[in-house]
Protein backbone atom coordinates (compact mmCIF):
# COMPACT_ATOMS: atom_id res chain seq x y z
CA UNK A 1 0.00 0.00 0.00
CA UNK A 2 2.82 2.34 0.74
CA UNK A 3 3.74 2.08 -2.89
CA UNK A 4 0.57 2.59 -4.17
CA UNK A 5 0.65 6.59 -4.26
CA UNK A 6 3.73 6.99 -6.42
CA UNK A 7 3.08 4.26 -9.05
CA UNK A 8 -0.01 5.90 -9.59
CA UNK A 9 1.83 9.16 -10.23
CA UNK A 10 4.90 8.54 -11.62
CA UNK A 11 3.50 7.77 -15.11
CA UNK A 12 1.73 11.44 -15.10
CA UNK A 13 5.13 12.79 -14.25
CA UNK A 14 7.36 11.19 -16.51
CA UNK A 15 5.10 11.99 -19.19
CA UNK A 16 4.89 16.08 -17.91
CA UNK A 17 8.46 15.44 -18.08
CA UNK A 18 9.03 13.87 -21.52
CA UNK A 19 6.62 16.81 -22.91
CA UNK A 20 8.58 19.48 -21.50
CA UNK A 21 11.74 17.87 -23.03
CA UNK A 22 9.97 17.55 -26.56
CA UNK A 23 9.34 21.56 -25.77
CA UNK A 24 12.18 22.14 -25.21
CA UNK A 25 13.79 19.90 -28.41
CA UNK A 26 12.22 21.17 -30.83
CA UNK A 27 12.66 24.76 -29.75
CA UNK A 28 16.02 24.16 -29.52
CA UNK A 29 16.13 22.68 -33.38
CA UNK A 30 14.42 25.21 -34.71
CA UNK A 31 16.22 28.18 -33.86
CA UNK A 32 19.78 25.83 -35.18
CA UNK A 33 18.21 25.43 -37.84
CA UNK A 34 17.48 29.30 -38.13
CA UNK A 35 20.75 30.00 -36.80
CA UNK A 36 22.44 27.60 -39.66
CA UNK A 37 20.27 29.12 -42.62
CA UNK A 38 19.06 32.21 -42.82
CA UNK A 39 15.39 32.96 -44.67
CA UNK A 40 17.47 35.73 -45.55
CA UNK A 41 19.10 33.82 -47.74
CA UNK A 42 16.79 32.29 -49.66
CA UNK A 43 15.23 35.96 -51.13
CA UNK A 44 16.36 35.79 -54.66
CA UNK A 45 18.90 32.95 -54.32
CA UNK A 46 19.39 30.11 -56.55
CA UNK A 47 17.71 26.46 -56.32
CA UNK A 48 19.54 25.12 -53.44
CA UNK A 49 19.04 28.06 -51.20
CA UNK A 50 15.49 28.32 -52.34
CA UNK A 51 15.59 24.37 -51.43
CA UNK A 52 16.76 24.68 -48.11
CA UNK A 53 13.69 26.03 -46.42
CA UNK A 54 10.80 23.45 -47.14
CA UNK A 55 13.81 21.15 -46.55
CA UNK A 56 14.25 22.85 -43.32
CA UNK A 57 10.57 22.43 -42.47
CA UNK A 58 10.47 19.17 -43.44
CA UNK A 59 12.92 17.94 -41.25
CA UNK A 60 11.45 19.88 -38.23
CA UNK A 61 8.29 18.15 -39.01
CA UNK A 62 10.04 14.83 -39.22
CA UNK A 63 11.82 15.49 -35.78
CA UNK A 64 8.88 16.26 -34.16
CA UNK A 65 6.85 13.24 -35.74
CA UNK A 66 9.47 11.04 -34.60
CA UNK A 67 9.12 12.31 -30.54
CA UNK A 68 5.33 12.30 -31.09
CA UNK A 69 5.45 8.58 -31.85
CA UNK A 70 8.06 8.18 -28.78
CA UNK A 71 5.25 9.58 -26.93
CA UNK A 72 2.71 7.33 -28.13
CA UNK A 73 0.86 9.92 -30.18
CA UNK A 74 -0.28 10.97 -33.64
CA UNK A 75 -0.35 14.09 -35.46
CA UNK A 76 -4.35 12.73 -35.72
CA UNK A 77 -4.25 13.00 -32.05
CA UNK A 78 -2.98 16.78 -31.60
CA UNK A 79 -5.23 17.88 -34.27
CA UNK A 80 -4.47 16.87 -38.28
CA UNK A 81 -7.57 15.02 -38.65
CA UNK A 82 -11.06 16.19 -40.53
CA UNK A 83 -12.67 18.87 -38.54
CA UNK A 84 -15.89 18.51 -37.24
CA UNK A 85 -17.58 21.73 -38.48
CA UNK A 86 -16.66 23.01 -41.87
CA UNK A 87 -18.91 25.88 -41.07
CA UNK A 88 -17.21 26.55 -37.54
CA UNK A 89 -13.65 26.76 -39.07
CA UNK A 90 -14.52 29.07 -42.20
CA UNK A 91 -15.88 31.11 -38.87
CA UNK A 92 -12.98 30.44 -37.04
CA UNK A 93 -11.04 31.65 -39.54
CA UNK A 94 -12.91 34.75 -40.28
CA UNK A 95 -12.73 35.97 -36.89
CA UNK A 96 -9.43 35.08 -36.78
CA UNK A 97 -8.34 37.25 -39.89
CA UNK A 98 -10.27 39.89 -38.37
CA UNK A 99 -8.14 39.63 -34.77
CA UNK A 100 -5.07 39.55 -36.81
CA UNK A 101 -5.62 42.43 -39.10
CA UNK A 102 -6.55 44.06 -35.73
CA UNK A 103 -3.41 42.85 -34.44
CA UNK A 104 -1.91 44.59 -37.05
CA UNK A 105 -2.93 48.14 -37.11
CA UNK A 106 -2.68 48.36 -33.23
CA UNK A 107 1.11 47.26 -33.63
CA UNK A 108 2.17 49.14 -36.79
CA UNK A 109 -0.51 52.58 -35.82
CA UNK A 110 0.26 52.82 -32.60
CA UNK A 111 2.89 50.16 -30.28
CA UNK A 112 5.29 49.82 -32.30
CA UNK A 113 5.62 53.32 -33.82
CA UNK A 114 5.44 54.78 -30.08
CA UNK A 115 8.89 52.62 -29.03
CA UNK A 116 10.75 53.62 -32.72
CA UNK A 117 10.16 50.25 -33.79
CA UNK A 118 9.04 48.98 -37.57
CA UNK A 119 9.27 45.37 -38.94
CA UNK A 120 11.39 44.95 -42.06
CA UNK A 121 9.04 42.58 -43.60
CA UNK A 122 8.67 44.71 -46.51
CA UNK A 123 11.99 45.76 -47.03
CA UNK A 124 13.40 41.86 -46.64
CA UNK A 125 11.04 40.64 -49.35
CA UNK A 126 11.73 43.72 -51.77
CA UNK A 127 13.14 41.09 -54.38
CA UNK A 128 9.24 39.98 -54.57
CA UNK A 129 7.50 42.82 -55.94
CA UNK A 130 7.47 42.59 -59.86
CA UNK A 131 8.81 38.97 -60.04
CA UNK A 132 6.41 36.49 -60.71
CA UNK A 133 8.81 33.25 -60.25
CA UNK A 134 9.93 34.80 -56.96
CA UNK A 135 6.47 35.48 -55.62
CA UNK A 136 5.32 31.59 -56.71
CA UNK A 137 7.96 30.02 -54.95
CA UNK A 138 7.38 32.30 -52.02
CA UNK A 139 3.74 31.68 -51.72
CA UNK A 140 3.11 28.10 -52.79
CA UNK A 141 6.07 25.92 -50.95
CA UNK A 142 7.08 28.42 -48.72
CA UNK A 143 3.58 29.84 -47.47
CA UNK A 144 1.74 27.03 -47.98
CA UNK A 145 3.90 24.45 -47.43
CA UNK A 146 6.53 25.42 -44.92
CA UNK A 147 4.24 28.49 -42.96
CA UNK A 148 0.70 27.29 -43.27
CA UNK A 149 0.95 23.68 -43.29
CA UNK A 150 4.95 23.25 -41.39
CA UNK A 151 4.35 25.81 -39.24
CA UNK A 152 1.00 24.58 -38.02
CA UNK A 153 1.79 21.27 -37.41
CA UNK A 154 4.88 21.98 -35.81
CA UNK A 155 4.21 25.37 -32.94
CA UNK A 156 0.18 24.66 -32.59
CA UNK A 157 0.24 20.56 -32.82
CA UNK A 158 3.07 20.18 -31.55
CA UNK A 159 4.53 22.96 -29.31
CA UNK A 160 1.59 24.11 -27.40
CA UNK A 161 0.30 20.66 -26.92
CA UNK A 162 3.59 19.50 -25.50
CA UNK A 163 3.77 22.94 -23.04
CA UNK A 164 0.14 22.16 -22.07
CA UNK A 165 0.85 18.67 -21.16
CA UNK A 166 4.21 19.65 -19.78
CA UNK A 167 2.31 22.35 -17.32
CA UNK A 168 0.33 19.59 -16.01
CA UNK A 169 -3.17 20.47 -14.40
CA UNK A 170 -2.05 23.83 -13.08
CA UNK A 171 -4.62 26.80 -13.29
CA UNK A 172 -4.25 28.87 -16.36
CA UNK A 173 -2.18 26.20 -18.18
CA UNK A 174 -4.33 26.21 -21.47
CA UNK A 175 -3.42 29.98 -21.10
CA UNK A 176 0.04 29.84 -19.98
CA UNK A 177 0.77 26.96 -22.80
CA UNK A 178 -0.60 29.56 -25.66
CA UNK A 179 1.58 32.52 -24.64
CA UNK A 180 4.52 30.36 -24.70
CA UNK A 181 4.41 29.17 -27.78
CA UNK A 182 3.61 32.63 -29.36
CA UNK A 183 6.55 34.08 -27.51
CA UNK A 184 8.74 31.22 -28.97
CA UNK A 185 6.83 31.72 -32.65
CA UNK A 186 7.83 35.30 -32.25
CA UNK A 187 11.73 34.77 -31.08
CA UNK A 188 12.38 32.66 -33.97
CA UNK A 189 11.18 35.08 -36.35
CA UNK A 190 13.69 37.54 -35.50
CA UNK A 191 15.34 37.59 -38.83
CA UNK A 192 12.46 39.95 -39.52
CA UNK A 193 13.59 42.56 -37.24
CA UNK A 194 12.18 43.24 -33.54
CA UNK A 195 9.26 44.63 -35.08
CA UNK A 196 8.52 41.74 -37.49
CA UNK A 197 8.96 39.46 -34.41
CA UNK A 198 6.70 41.01 -32.06
CA UNK A 199 3.96 40.96 -35.05
CA UNK A 200 4.82 37.34 -35.26
CA UNK A 201 4.46 36.68 -31.97
CA UNK A 202 0.71 38.27 -32.21
CA UNK A 203 -0.01 36.32 -34.83
CA UNK A 204 0.56 32.92 -32.86
CA UNK A 205 -1.43 34.18 -30.59
CA UNK A 206 -4.20 34.70 -32.31
CA UNK A 207 -3.55 31.25 -34.45
CA UNK A 208 -3.03 29.17 -31.13
CA UNK A 209 -6.13 30.58 -29.71
CA UNK A 210 -8.03 29.68 -32.71
CA UNK A 211 -6.58 26.51 -32.50
CA UNK A 212 -8.30 26.28 -29.02
CA UNK A 213 -11.57 27.51 -29.87
CA UNK A 214 -11.56 24.78 -33.20
CA UNK A 215 -11.21 22.18 -30.03
CA UNK A 216 -7.73 21.60 -31.15
CA UNK A 217 -8.36 21.08 -34.54
CA UNK A 218 -5.07 22.08 -36.65
CA UNK A 219 -7.00 23.06 -40.28
CA UNK A 220 -8.24 26.60 -38.98
CA UNK A 221 -5.56 28.00 -38.04
CA UNK A 222 -3.54 26.44 -41.29
CA UNK A 223 -5.53 28.11 -43.71
CA UNK A 224 -5.78 31.00 -41.59
CA UNK A 225 -2.25 31.27 -41.53
CA UNK A 226 -1.69 30.57 -45.22
CA UNK A 227 -4.28 33.29 -46.07
CA UNK A 228 -2.47 35.74 -44.11
CA UNK A 229 0.54 35.16 -45.37
CA UNK A 230 -0.96 34.80 -49.42
CA UNK A 231 -2.52 38.92 -48.71
CA UNK A 232 1.04 40.08 -47.37
CA UNK A 233 2.99 38.51 -49.75
CA UNK A 234 0.74 39.50 -52.64
CA UNK A 235 0.77 42.90 -51.17
CA UNK A 236 4.31 43.12 -52.33
CA UNK A 237 4.29 41.34 -55.30
CA UNK A 238 1.86 44.35 -55.93
CA UNK A 239 4.00 46.70 -54.73
CA UNK A 240 1.06 48.09 -52.29
CA UNK A 241 2.82 46.62 -49.51
CA UNK A 242 3.37 49.82 -46.66
CA UNK A 243 6.34 50.23 -44.94
CA UNK A 244 5.16 49.25 -41.77
CA UNK A 245 3.42 46.46 -43.63
Given at each position: ??????????P?????????????????????????????????????????????????????????????????????R??????????????????I???????????????????????????????????L???????????????????????????????????????????????????L?????????????????????????????????????????????????????????
Amino acid sequence: MATAPFSLMAPQANSRRDAALGAASITLIAAAAMAVFSTEQAVGGGWLERAAIPTRMLLLVAGATFLLRWAGETWQEVGFRRPASLWRTAGLVVVGYLAIGAAFALMTQLFLPAVGIAPKTVTLFAAVEGDTAEYLYWLIPVIWGSAAFGEELLFRGYLQTRLHKALGSITGAAALALILQAVIFGALHSYQGLGGAIMAGSTGLVLGAVYLAARKNLWAPIILHGLVDTVSISAIYLGVAGQAG
